[in-house]
Each structure stands twice: as structure tokens, then as C-alpha cells.
């Protein structure tokens, strides 16, 4: 960094406190940029601006104004494309939870755009030396070295352009909930092995519209992509140490800002090259969820990386206990303090930015117990807190899906079932339960059913209803399905903690051989329970979530926590794709899809829908016997039927579903209830007829033998 010439001190006028961070505007007949910035504890900030290049400092304003802990200034003259730091001046206390120190250039935590390199932040620190210098970062000194030449700065942009050029991305597909089916995936591991994706495009924004990939969607029949983060993350220290990096991407620095490491350099900037993406998906029918990291953010513990918040004003944007240390509900070092007036802007204005500037149709919330966290020690959570109900009543988020991962590592964190109405919230209940029945674990009938069919005990209060819950079999964070079929235990040792790292608790099967095996029996058995989950999830009253690469049979080898595997550990591989399970979880989607007793949005109610004979749901033993209160919980059986026959409001049904489930390593026979009886659906062949082929389906009466560990169904139609 240049200090040839000092930079020059710039007066400012009073401006205005709102919008946060820096707007290009008109004040007072003059244009310029107005400078927003939340520190109600600093004794003053400074804006320092940059050269084009970002290496020299050419002018420093002190904003004249605090309103209500909001600093403010307006500059004449300045426009889009400026690049700036903050500075803020202040005690250092730690004790006292305050870590002021003006020779850090700091990020403003509203920034739209930034330049500069971001792989080594998590080193920068505010204090001397090493944190094994130190008993508690209490002790601590001051770091007196200025560090703006390794610090990127923030860009200011033309918003208003940035909103146009929102506005011209395809209209959201607004999917309804009864049809919505969630395809987790990373923007780099989906396509990075994919070999019609031309290289370039590889592990890209634009490479999840690429032709190969648009086909495979539309294939599936999956109506959402939920992203794992694309927001500015950053690496960890100790990541970095082992040479590693952080690939999920839940370590946030820049919370309006595309990740710049997944543009293709193909488009103006990536801001451009995402917009691109949203709107090919969206002029193709299928929607966009971010999932986003609010609970903690990059600076990590209290002896991480001083990049924003915690310089700009740590009391503040942080929950702190009495004697100024972290209170860590994330599991990350860290906890974002959203019941506080200076967060809930951030996170208001973060959702609105991605909706507004880039046209997404949701979010799914990590750890989203935070966002109803009160604001005081020590901080319980509320349903009704400010957050959840801004958000709830929010102009430009209505519509938006909305999803909660609905708990936290802090007390009482785990609240499944207990967010507002106009949430979903993955249900990690329905991916035990169901884990549990097909692999051989503790589970019941009972259990299973109550999962199957929504969760009622979780959801069925303040007007809820079974498309609350996002039932899931894997998710990014744990097993892939092909290993949770394959192995017993967790193989995380490439992560480099000794295997110590991720749950130790899979409700995982290898069918008596640890990983891969040549042995086409052990292989049979794991492909049976495999059809056996997916068909499960896409047979269930709820919404399913699809994990990226279980429909390829993709496997992690093992690894359970692959949050720093940014290699063909997580890399989907295409090229090993399982073409026949591909073919076959298309099938059920389509399946479903087609089908309003696969997906019905109403609790089933046991009364009768076509007359007083006939319910709309009813359990049944494998001797077609009404199951009783005392068969519910027999551990010991695995096998029953569950009758359904829904229809639209004020419509009487016109086909009636027989699934049949049997988790036993033997086959089994099932009496059949009259009729003639169509058999449409097969796990243990991987058979899923669409409708337009139910005419050659063979006809079934009287009793059917259903493979071991397999899903059987079967639809009998009234004469149209």
C-alpha cells in the first residue's frame, strides 16, 4: 500500500441515517454517496477511499453524525465504483466486550460489491501476537499495524441499476407447495466432474444452466434448487494450516455479495453471471432457495479475524455473556446477535437484495433457531420474536419460500415444529425414523406412519398443516445416501482431526462389509434399501429434499462432514452415475407429482370421502387386518399397508392407492382388499409406471408377495 502521498481529510454534510451503508443519491441538489454505518459504542468512524486499484488511499471522511448509534455522512462527488474501507475509533476492551482498533481497515457489513482477495482473511487479527500468547483473549493487546494492503474494500454501486437489472431476470415460477421438490446442491460439486459441461463453465454459476444440466432437472422433475451458500464466504485458520479449505461455505463475510470463486469470468462480474443463472432456471419453470448463514458470521471466535462487526462494534452485533466472551449458539465461535437493532436490518435488507437484485424465490435459514433468539441474556428463543415476524409480514418477501433448519447448539435450541405459520422446517425426526425402519434400528410402525404422513405431533397447531415439514433421507451435512447404505461408521480422516469430527450417530447399514465390495449380494441388499428410502421420501405427506448425487449414487468414501473436501470426495461423479437409479427417482418424482395421495396438503382426517364406508386413510396388517392400538408398537414387525384415497376440495375420489411397506430380509405375502388392483409401483425392481402405462400393468387380487426390504404399490380406478 502506497503512503506516498497521505490521503486527503474530506469534510462531509450531515446526510441521512438510512439506508445502511454507502447509496448513491441526491442530498440537498448535490450528488454524491451517502455513508451509513451501525456503531453505537465508537467514538468515531472513518470512511477511508481508495484508488481504482484499491492500493492507495486517496481521501479519509469522519462521518459528523450519530443518530441513534447509526453514523452518517454524506460526500458530494462520489459515485458508483468507489472503493472504500471503514475505520472505528474506540476503546479496546475486551472484558467489556469492545475491540475498537483504528489500524484495522474493516469491511462495511453492508457492502454490495468488494475488491480485492479474501483467501487469507481469517489471519487478520486486532490484537498482538498469537492466541497461544494469551490465557484469554481478555488479556489481550491492541495490534498497531495497519493492515489495509491485505484487506479487500468494499465498491460502491448504483443500486438503482442493480435492481433493473433484477427486474429483467424471468418471473419467479412461484411452484406451489403441494408440488415443490427440493434438490440440495453446491454450485461447484455439481457440475466440477460433469464431462458435457465444458470445462470453462465447471463448478460455475453458469454451469448449473448448462444444457446437460437443465436436461437432468427437467429429467428428475425437481422444481427447486436449494444452493448451499453463495454469499462471500471465507476459509478458517485452521483449514488453511492443513491446506485445506472451506467448500460448504457457512462462514460468511459478505451477506450481499455473490461468491466471486464460482463466476466463469464469461460475464461483466458474477453479480451478472448469477442473475444469468436465475433466469434460465426460471424461464424453465424451476425456482432458486439460498441457504443462508446468519446465526455466526466469518470472524469466528475471540481470537479469530477482526474483518467487520467485530471492529465495527462487537457489544453490539454479537452475543456476549457478562465478562465480554463469545456465546457460541452456532457451534462456530461466534453468535450474530439478531434480536439487536443493528442485525435485524442486516438480515432484512440481505433477503430483499437477493429477492430485488437477483430474482431468488427463497431462503432455507442454517441454524435458524437464532433468528428467534431475544436480544438479552441469555437469549431464549421466541417464536414470536421481531425477526420472525418482520420477515413474516414483509412486503417484498411475500411469496418467497421460507425454511428453517430448526435448531441451534445454544440451550433449548432444538425447537422442530415450533416456528410460525408460513414456514417449512426440515424434519431431521422423518430422517431418523425412516433411516431407522428400512436399515434394521429401534423403530415401530407407529413411528414410521406418523412420520409418513406428515408429523402431525410436530406441525398440527396454528393452522398448519404436513407440507410444514421438508422431509429429508441425507442433506449436505452427513452421509450421502449410497454411504449411508455402505457404511456402519464415519471415515472423516482425510479431514484431518483423527476422525473426531461429525456425528457419530448415522443410523447407517453396510450389509456386512465396511464401504465397497464386489460381492453382488451385499451390493443387491444396499440397492433395495436405497429404493426403499427414496421411494419412502417420495411417497410421504410433506415436501422432499433430494440430496445432489444420491440419484447418481454418488459417494463421499464414508465421509460424514465434508465441509473442507473441495475434490472428488463432494464433486458429484457423473461419470460413475447409476443410470438405472437415475431413471427410477425420476420416476417417483413424476409419480408424485401426478398424484394427489402422494402429495396430499391436508392432514388425513380417518373420515370418509365418498361415503360413510370408506376413509380416506387406514392401516393395515400384511393379512389385510385393521392394525390395533397394541400393533402400533411392536417392534418386532416391519410390515404393513396403509390404504389411501383422497381428492380435491369438494371432489369425490376416483382411485384408491395400496402401498405396501416390508423393511424384513425375507419376502412376504399381503392379502389384498377387493377388487381388481394395478401394480404400479415396485422398490425391489425399481419400477415406477407412469399413468400413461397403468394399461399394461399386471392386475392383482386377492394377495400379492412382496420382495424383502421393499415399498409395493398398487392403485385401483373407478370406471371414468
Keep these: 500500500m502506497s503512503t506516498a502521498n497521505p490521503p486527503t481529510q474530506v469534510t462531509c454534510e450531515p446526510g441521512q441515517a438510512w439506508p445502511m451503508g454507502a447509496t448513491c443519491m441526491s442530498w440537498q441538489e448535490h450528488e454524491g454517496v451517502n455513508f451509513a454505518v451501525y456503531s453505537r459504542h465508537a467514538e468515531r468512524i472513518e470512511v477511508c477511499l481508495y484508488d481504482a486499484a484499491g492500493e492507495r488511499e486517496t481521501a479519509r471522511i469522519a462521518l459528523p453524525v450519530c443518530s441513534d448509534g447509526v453514523w452518517h455522512g454524506f460526500a458530494a462527488g462520489l459515485g458508483a465504483g468507489q472503493l472504500y474501507g471503514l475505520r472505528a475509533h474506540g476503546p479496546y476492551q475486551p ?6 482498533n483504528p489500524a484495522k481497515l474493516l469491511l462495511d457489513p453492508f457492502a454490495r460489491a468488494v475488491a480485492g482477495a479474501t483467501q487469507h482473511l481469517s489471519l487478520e487479527r486486532d490484537y498482538l501476537g498469537q492466541p497461544a500468547d494469551y490465557a484469554t483473549v481478555l488479556d489481550a493487546l491492541p495490534d498497531p499495524a495497519d493492515n489495509a494492503a491485505r484487506m479487500p474494500k468494499a465498491q460502491v454501486l448504483n443500486l438503482a441499476a442493480e435492481l433493473q437489472a433484477g427486474a429483467a431476470i424471468a418471473p419467479r415460477p412461484q411452484v406451489p407447495l403441494t408440488h415443490t421438490v427440493l434438490y440440495e446442491a453446491h454450485v461447484k460439486g455439481l457440475t466440477q466432474r460433469h464431462p458435457e459441461v465444458p470445462v470453462a463453465l465447471r463448478g460455475r454459476y453458469a454451469g448449473l444452466v448448462s444444457a446437460p444440466l437443465l436436461a437432468h432437472y427437467q429429467r428428475l422433475g425437481i422444481t427447486t434448487l436449494c444452493l448451499l451458500p453463495v454469499q462471500l464466504h471465507i ?11 472451506n467448500y460448504w461455505g457457512y462462514n460468511t463475510l459478505g451477506y450481499f455479495i455473490p461468491e466471486p470463486g464460482y463466476a466463469s469470468g464469461r460475464f461483466a462480474d458474477a453479480r451478472a453471471e448469477f442473475r444469468h443463472m436465475v433466469d434460465q432456471l426460471h424461464r424453465r419453470g424451476l425456482e432458486v432457495v439460498l441457504d443462508v448463514v446468519f446465526n455466526h458470521s466469518a470472524e469466528s471466535d475471540t481470537f479469530g479475524p477482526t474483518l467487520s462487526w467485530r471492529g465495527l462494534d462487537n457489544a453490539s452485533w454479537y452475543a456476549l455473556d457478562a465478562s465480554g466472551q463469545y456465546l457460541n449458539f452456532s457451534g462456530c465461535g461466534n453468535s450474530l446477535n439478531l434480536g439487536h437493532p443493528c442485525a435485524l436490518p442486516l438480515v432484512m435488507d440481505s433477503l430483499r437484495w437477493w429477492v430485488q437484485a437477483f430474482g431468488v424465490d427463497g431462503f432455507r435459514f442454517d441454524l435458524a433457531t437464532a433468528l428467534g433468539r431475544d436480544p438479552v441474556f441469555p437469549h431464549p428463543f421466541q417464536p414470536t420474536a421481531e425477526l420472525l415476524a418482520t420477515l413474516r409480514q414483509d412486503p417484498v418477501l411475500a411469496g418467497v419460500k421460507l425454511i428453517a433448519e430448526p435448531w441451534d447448539v445454544g440451550p433449548d435450541g432444538y425447537q422442530l415444529g415450533q416456528f410460525p405459520a408460513g414456514w417449512q422446517e426440515w424434519n431431521d425426526r422423518y430422517r431418523d425414523v425412516s433411516r431407522a425402519f428400512w436399515l434394521g434400528f429401534d423403530s415401530t410402525r407407529g413411528k414410521f406412519a406418523r412420520r409418513f404422513t406428515g408429523s402431525n405431533d410436530l406441525f398440527e397447531h396454528d393452522g398448519r398443516g404436513p407440507l410444514s415439514s421438508i422431509n429429508l433421507i441425507t442433506t449436505h451435512d452427513g452421509m450421502t445416501l449410497a454411504d449411508l447404505t455402505s457404511y456402519r461408521h464415519k471415515h472423516n480422516e482425510p479431514n484431518g482431526e483423527g476422525n473426531r469430527d461429525g456425528a457419530h450417530h448415522n443410523l447407517s447399514a453396510n450389509a456386512g462389509v465396511e464401504g465397497p465390495t464386489p460381492d453382488e449380494s451385499v451390493q443387491a441388499v444396499r440397492g433395495q434399501w436405497r429404493r426403499a428410502l427414496l421411494t419412502t421420501l417420495f411417497c410421504s405427506q410433506g415436501i422432499p429434499q433430494l440430496l445432489a448425487g444420491d440419484e447418481l449414487g454418488h459417494s463421499q468414501r464414508g465421509n460424514n462432514n465434508a465441509y473442507c473436501q473441495d475434490n472428488e470426495i463432494s464433486w458429484l461423479d457423473w461419470p460413475g452415475a447409476d443410470e438405472a437409479l437415475t431413471a427410477f427417482v425420476a420416476a417417483l418424482i413424476h409419480l408424485r407429482q401426478a398424484h394427489l395421495a402422494l402429495r396430499h396438503p391436508r392432514w388425513f382426517a380417518g ?12 392401516w393395515r396388517n400384511s393379512d389385510g387386518g385393521v392394525l390395533t392400538a397394541g400393533d402400533w408398537d411392536d417392534p418386532q414387525s416391519r410390515s404393513f399397508a396403509c390404504l389411501i ?5 369438494g371432489r369425490v375420489p376416483t382411485e384408491r392407492w395400496l402401498l405396501l411397506f416390508h423393511a424384513a430380509s425375507h419376502e412376504r405375502s399381503f392379502a389384498l382388499p377387493p377388487g381388481r388392483w394395478l401394480q404400479v409401483l415396485d422398490s425391489a425392481v425399481a419400477r415406477a409406471l407412469p399413468q400413461a402405462q397403468w394399461a399394461t400393468a399386471k392386475v392383482c387380487v386377492d394377495a400379492i408377495t412382496v420382495s424383502a426390504s421393499s415399498v409395493f404399490g398398487l392403485v385401483q380406478r373407478d370406471k371414468p
Design 95 to 100: 472484558v467489556r466486550g469492545q475491540r475498537f
Design 235 to 245: 476459509t478458517e485458520t485452521h483449514l488453511l494450516r492443513r491446506g485445506l479449505r
Design 607 to 618: 373420515h370418509a370421502p365418498r361415503g360413510p364406508d370408506a376413509v380416506d386413510m387406514t
Design 645 to 649: 384415497e383422497v381428492a380435491d376440495m
